[in-house]
């Protein structure tokens, strides 16, 4: 249920892209277009009146140009003149944006600098607006009015936020993970199972790629709930636009609470501190920008977040996200999304790819309610529930002035689990606290779809929350579903995603978004264009596999959250044959197609004759020499049951993909036995500890090999083991009675009449066998 709605001219501008090379009357822009009219009053009376009623002798405002001078004038412009980054180029790109746009354009430097020579001190540029903030002289309005290229003139707006009402809380114990994957939560679990959290990241989705810009008061930079971001290089910019520095955290002169809010709502959007708390995007990379000043009366004020959108937008910023609300001069009439300064910049920021969010505000629950920029179009607007799912009584409230209804959707923004300035953690209420958990989402949302427009995000998250039927101006569409959302775009799913080679996979998806055609891409350099394929893996490896979809709605990639993985690990056991009574030596050999990290090998050592085989000892082979400690995990050799384990300890070390010696068992064959005896040395469960190899992301059991190795084979009688009877076995037999010749080969060469036994007996048996009676020996 959505209603029509007016586009600003300024919005409409972005929406324009010109040629980097070609004069700007020839490109898509006309003059009408790259012009703003210069009003016949440029300071209303309304903005007017405002002034004249704050205090003091400098006033903060806003002087919007009529034109972007040479442009405007058909002059060339190069591309060196608009700057994009790859990120930002790459976003842009995903909604058919190829070139500049009219908004990134320069602001003339010549009008900036007419309006600094009449005495203001300018504080910042907007490209998007054409516009830039000063602060001025009441007395020298006039004159920079009557400057021929100044449209009009208008307050800074500011708005002095309340503090969220804070709980300092001890760091608590972390509930039990569900499983041995699963992320320790600890105190954030509450909160992210009520939008359904948990199960995207099951899902395989982090954030991980997806830039996040928070724009706020300031960050405890320090925090451990932020050192992971740090770690990993994930903080990509930090600015300070109140003192024009690159320090967002607390700095000398900074009131003592400027770093709390932003603190709170950078650790609920992406805290990462296992077993204490989660924010659903705690793998993102992260802008900071520090734009407001709790030193003054009204710390929130409007161009220094202007500034900061613009920033985040250069960098490559996929998601901004504010908990900030600005009135001041507006009036609810002002909240129809096209009046408030700060709300057509976040047009301008949607109609460039970013996914804006922001809280509704604390003032319910009158209806109307709701502060800039929460009345924007292309946007989300966000409201507070409890832990029931019940709306804050201070929850502002809709609809825009325009009729639009607003908030889009809700989260819990009642005694939400944060971290503290104070280096712990805190609990914290307000519209502020639930707009992180809804950016946090949306982050996994755009790692999962990335070629989504953000109209399809946002569309996604309400259509799949719980009042999307009925939707009102209290709760919007509702409380959002991550994983609905997640699923609403296309989850891929699969019936297996671990086996060994070759290996049957079959796959399906759950898109809402009615697909027309389907581009299945398996990894391994086949694809398939079934809604539903089952693809055939021959060979071992990690294979990425993605899916491309046509919809009504756009074409839309995703991937699998995982790794598709086939195996070709196999342990197998090679045991040379031995005479009956001599020692042997099995080698345990490993193949491994993943790195590893861990290897548990509990083998058991069984004879399948009369007669026992003893183990002597078991040593690591030269494959897992150096790679880790060996630790022989249960030992019995009576009954002939080892369980050898090597393990590295660091996820960072690991067994490369190989091929060799794991282990080395030294035994011997019982005397007694027979030719051909048989027994094994089968990897396989000892006592509690199973065959086992540990990746640093998967733990799975390898195809194993073990035949059983053999005496070699001898005939009762052949003494010098020739391989028949004779004269020489006669001889032989004599000679080792009576002459102190060789020992047989075996007992049984020697014990020719079968009574376990070598002496004269045998001698007789065997002359009986050649010259008498020719009775045959009997063979075992």
């Known amino acids: 249920m959505f209603c029509l709605r007016r586009t600003p001219l300024l919005t409409a501008s972005a929406l324009l892209a010109i040629s980097l090379t070609v004069e700007a009357a020839d490109s898509s822009i006309g003059r009408d277009q790259a012009i703003r009219e210069k009003s016949e009053t440029p300071i209303t009376a309304t903005a007017s009146a405002f002034l004249n009623e704050r205090d003091g002798n400098q006033q903060r405002v806003w002087v919007f140009f009529t034109d972007k001078g040479a442009v405007s004038r058909s002059s060339s412009l190069s591309a ?41 001190e300018h504080r910042q540029t907007s490209r998007w607006l054409n516009a830039a903030s000063f602060v001025v002289d009441p007395a ?30 001890t760091r608590e114990a972390p509930p039990a993970a569900t499983d041995a994957t699963a992320l320790s939560y600890g105190s954030s679990l509450a909160q992210l199972q009520q939008i359904n959290v948990p199960a995207v990241h099951e899902a395989g989705r982090t954030g991980k790629g997806v830039t996040l810009a928070i724009m706020d008061s300031g960050f405890r930079t320090s925090h ?24 967002t955290s607390q700095e000398p002169g900074d009131h003592p609470s400027q770093w709390n809010h932003g603190t709170l709502i950078w650790s609920v959007a992406a805290g990462n501190a296992p077993g204490t708390m989660f924010g659903p995007a705690y793998e993102a990379n992260i802008i900071l920008c520090k ?3 709790y030193a003054t009366e009204t710390p929130v004020e409007e161009d220094n977040w202007v500034a900061a959108l613009e920033f985040a937008d250069s960098l490559g910023a996929d998601v901004a996200t504010t908990s900030l ?10 909240m129809d999304g096209q009046t408030a300064v700060i709300t057509l910049a976040v047009n301008t920021a949607a109609s460039l790819g970013i996914i804006a969010l922001n809280s509704m505000g604390n003032s319910g629950p009158s209806p109307g309610t709701l502060t800039a920029p929460a ?42 689990f944060a971290a503290s300035s104070s280096g712990g953690y805190t609990q914290a209420s307000g519209t502020s606290l639930s707009t992180p958990l809804v950016s946090g989402v949306v982050t996994l949302l755009r790692q999962a779809f990335p070629d989504a427009s953000p109209a399809v995000i946002m569309d996604a998250l309400r259509t799949t929350a719980d009042r999307a039927s009925t939707p009102d101006n209290t709760y919007g569409y509702g409380l959002i579903d991550a994983m609905a959302a997640h699923d609403y775009l296309g989850t891929i799913t699969v019936d297996t995603t671990i086996g060994n080679a070759p ?7 759950t898109t809402q978004l009615a697909p027309t055609a389907w581009l299945w891409d398996f990894g391994d350099g086949n694809q398939s264009t079934a809604p539903a394929p089952t693809h055939s893996y021959q060979t071992a490896g990690q294979y990425t596999v993605s899916l491309t979809v046509t919809t009504p709605s756009g074409t839309i990639s995703t991937s699998l959250g995982q790794e598709i993985v086939v195996l070709g690990d196999t342990v197998s056991v090679v045991t040379d044959s031995v005479f009956a009574g001599q020692p042997f030596v099995s080698s345990i050999q ?29 040593v690591i082979g030269e494959r897992l020499d150096g790679f880790g400690t060996f630790t022989m995990l249960f030992e019995d050799k009576p009954t002939g049951r080892f369980a050898p384990y090597v393990s590295s300890g660091n996820a960072a070390v690991t067994l490369p993909p190989g091929s060799g010696e794991a282990f080395r068992v030294y035994g011997r064959t019982d005397s007694r036995s027979f030719g051909q005896d048989t027994w094994t040395v089968t990897p396989e469960r000892v006592v509690f500890f199973d065959v086992e190899l540990q990746s640093p992301v998967l733990e799975y059991v390898p195809v194993v090999d073990a035949p059983p190795a053999a005496t070699y084979a001898i005939l009762r009688g052949d003494v010098d083991y020739s391989g028949s009877r004779g004269l020489p076995d006669l001889s032989a037999l004599i000679s080792f009675l009576f002459l102190d010749g060789p020992e047989p080969i075996t007992l049984q060469s020697g014990d020719v009449n079968a009574d376990y036994a070598i002496n004269l007996t045998d001698i007789n048996r065997l002359i009986d066998y050649l010259f008498i009676t020719f009775t045959p020996i009997p063979e075992p």
Request: hydrophobic content about 45%; cysteine-free; proline content about 6%.
């Open 590 to 618: 490993l193949t491994n197609s993943q790195p590893l990290m861990a290897v548990t090998l509990p083998f058991s050592v069984e004879s399948q004759s009369t007669w026992p085989v003893a183990v002597d000892s078991v």
């Open 140 to 169: 020298t309005l006039t004159a920079i009015a009557a400057l021929p290229y100044v449209a009009k003139i208008t307050p800074i707006a500011g708005f002095a936020t309340p503090e969220p009402d804070l709980m300092e809380l």
């Open 325 to 334: 609300g600005y009135s001041d001069w507006y009036t609810y009439a002002d």
């Open 291 to 293: 734009t407001e000043d």
């Open 80 to 120: 060196a003149a608009v700057p994009l980054s790859d990120r930002t180029r790459a976003r842009r790109e995903r909604l058919g944006i190829a070139t500049a746009t009219f908004a990134d354009l320069p602001v003339a430097h010549d009008y900036v600098n007419a309006v600094s020579s009449l005495g203001a």
């Open 224 to 247: 451990a709930a932020f050192s992971p971001a740090y770690a990993a290089g994930r903080v990509i910019a930090e600015w300070d636009f109140v003192r024009g520095d690159g320090n």
């Open 503 to 509: 290996m049957a996979v079959s796959f399906a998806t």
């Open 375 to 416: 009345d924007g179009f292309d946007m989300l607007s966000i409201g507070s529930v409890s832990a029931s799912g019940n709306i804050a009584t201070s929850s502002s409230r809709g609809p825009t002035f325009d009729g639009r209804i607003k908030p889009d959707v809700v989260a819990r923004g009642v005694n939400t």
